[in-house]
């Protein structure tokens, strides 16, 4: 049996250990990777010293390895019987990097003395991040250019990325090993994928040897975004094809941008995150005499108050009490982005589709602001004047159906946002006056005035629990108006 230990990686100790990439009784070739080591500065794989079937494994996913410290053990292949484990040091990663690239006919102009990456194929047209809008698609693009980065400087020395203040890992005991069929792919490229989420048998390798390129996994997850969660293609998930026009006369309307994009957005949201819907009511029989009170002062400064703008006010005070309501999942969904400021996200109904433009700064501002910028955002929609800039940056979302009708719905949360507040129709509803003392001689039932709230949360970060002490917060605030002053 051949030893293989950490061979000289420079001057760095207690490196981690992040892929294992072949498990006993498995067969490596000379060079081939076997286990990956990262610093808080650079990626290596460790190459195979010789071919042969892999024994014991000596390291788990997470082990802080140095110089010298035993890996695993290797059969070699002309060697029929157990001995002794031999002591071989395979070559020094970036060495072993050379060899084996040169193996694999690559080429690399870097006179390199740690593993690079391949020149990334030129981009094309990065049609589907763009698509996929906002922070998801930075994060996405920014990850992206990390991969294609090189992790090497003229100095030869492993160089600082900016990533390097890239996400952690999820945990080990999470991270299944890669098979040691799995393709090749650089480090850097691992890490990328790792960080995606995408399993590296997945992506079709384009470079030599059918080498995984960053190109091949950006194009992998452009393409799992029209794809379902468990991985059938667009094809295989679509429903059946059928010829309406067998039936009758049909015509066919094409579909307008804006309803393109978030039928994509909608169908990404409502694959990506758990959907659950809590339904509550608000007593607003205060809330609404006091708009009307407000009527004639609102129409003096050309606006109008509707419930949707006390309801914003109510919203942005009780975000303030759940700072996960106002949150994002990041990618790696290690961490919870929680955002300092109070944007909502207001569904507006337009003839060419949904939009949702942002109002930003809720919590400092007054109801006739709201309004007057809620309306002139409305009319920008409807214009179809709202600039990228108009539709970012929510920290939660509101959808009114009030004005239109309905007593309830399921609104999609609008990813990555994890909640969104859908309203439906005020209503005029007999409540009993007494609570639940329903034996109470002088209890009656009074006509109130309600307002149906539906509240979507992505399941993955809200709990049940929180999300109905948020809307009976919401509640209580929209059941006393004068609670929206403080
Ligand atoms: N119950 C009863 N009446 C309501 C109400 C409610 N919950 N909310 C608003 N109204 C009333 C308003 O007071 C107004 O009445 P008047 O005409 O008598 O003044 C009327 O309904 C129309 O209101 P509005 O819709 O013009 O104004 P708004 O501020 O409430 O909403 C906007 C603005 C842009 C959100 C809304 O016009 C809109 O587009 N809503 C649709 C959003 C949507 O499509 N969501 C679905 C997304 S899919 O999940």
């Given at each position: ?16 250990v ?12 000379l ?92 981009t ?55 098979r ?133 006010k ?12 106002r949150?994002?999942?990041s ?20 003839e ?55 007593t ?12 969104l ?17 329903v ?8 006509p ?6 539906s ?32």
């Open positions: 049996m051949t030893l293989v230990r950490v061979p000289d990686i420079g001057d760095f100790e207690d490196v981690e992040v892929e294992i990439l072949v498990g006993p009784g498995d067969r490596v070739e060079e081939d990777s076997l286990v990956s080591i990262e610093s808080d500065k650079a990626t290596m794989e460790i190459p195979s010293p010789v071919a042969g079937e892999v024994g014991e494994v000596h390291v788990s996913l997470g082990d802080r390895v140095s110089e010298g410290s035993p890996l695993l053990e290797i059969r070699p292949l002309e060697q029929a019987d157990d001995a002794a484990p031999a002591e071989v040091e395979p070559a020094a990663p970036e060495e072993a990097s050379r060899a084996s690239a040169a193996d694999r006919g690559e080429t690399s102009a870097a006179p390199a003395t740690a593993r690079t990456e391949e020149e990334p194929p030129p094309g047209p990065r049609s589907a991040p763009s698509e996929a809008g906002g922070e998801e698609a930075e994060a996405f693009e920014s990850r992206a250019k990390e991969a294609e980065a090189p992790e090497v400087e003229a100095s030869g020395e492993p160089a600082l990325r900016p990533g390097d203040a890239a996400p952690r890992r999820p945990p080990v005991a999470e991270e299944p090993a890669p040691p069929d799995a393709p090749h792919a650089s480090p850097l490229v691992r890490r990328f994928a790792r960080e995606l989420g995408v399993d590296l048998q997945r992506p079709r390798g384009s470079g030599p040897q059918g080498r995984i390129l960053p190109e091949d996994i950006k194009a992998y997850v452009r393409d799992a975004f029209g794809r379902g969660a468990g991985g059938e293609s667009a094809a295989e998930e679509s429903p059946p094809a059928v010829d309406a026009a067998r039936f009758g006369p049909v015509h066919e309307e094409p579909l307008g941008k804006i309803r393109r994009v978030s039928a994509r957005n909608l169908a990404r949201s409502w694959r990506t995150a758990p959907h659950v819907t809590q339904h509550d009511e608000a007593d607003v029989t205060e809330l609404e005499a006091f708009r009307k009170t407000l009527a004639e002062d609102a129409k003096e400064r050309g606006v109008k108050l509707s419930p949707l703008h006390f309801v914003m109510a919203v942005a005070i009780a975000l303030r009490d759940f700072p996960d309501m949150s994002s999942l990618l790696d969904g290690e961490r919870l982005i929680v955002k300092d400021y109070v944007h909502l996200g207001i569904a507006v109904d337009t060419h589709g949904l939009v949702v433009p942002v109002v930003r700064d809720v919590d400092r501002k007054g109801l006739h602001g709201l309004a007057e910028e809620l309306a002139e955002l409305a009319d920008k929609a409807r214009a179809r004047r709202l600039g990228p800039a108009d539709m970012q940056g929510a920290s939660f979302t509101i959808s009114s159906l009030g004005g239109i009708g309905g309830a719905f399921s609104p999609i949360v609008n990813v990555p946002e994890v909640a507040l859908g309203l439906s129709k005020l209503s005029v509803k007999p409540v009993w006056n007494a609570g639940l003392d034996g109470r001689e002088d209890g009656r039932f009074e109130r005035i309600t307002l149906p709230l509240l979507s949360y992505d399941h993955r970060v809200i709990d049940g629990a929180v999300a109905v002490r948020f809307t009976t917060r919401l509640v209580r605030l929209l059941s006393h108006p004068a609670h929206l002053l403080l």
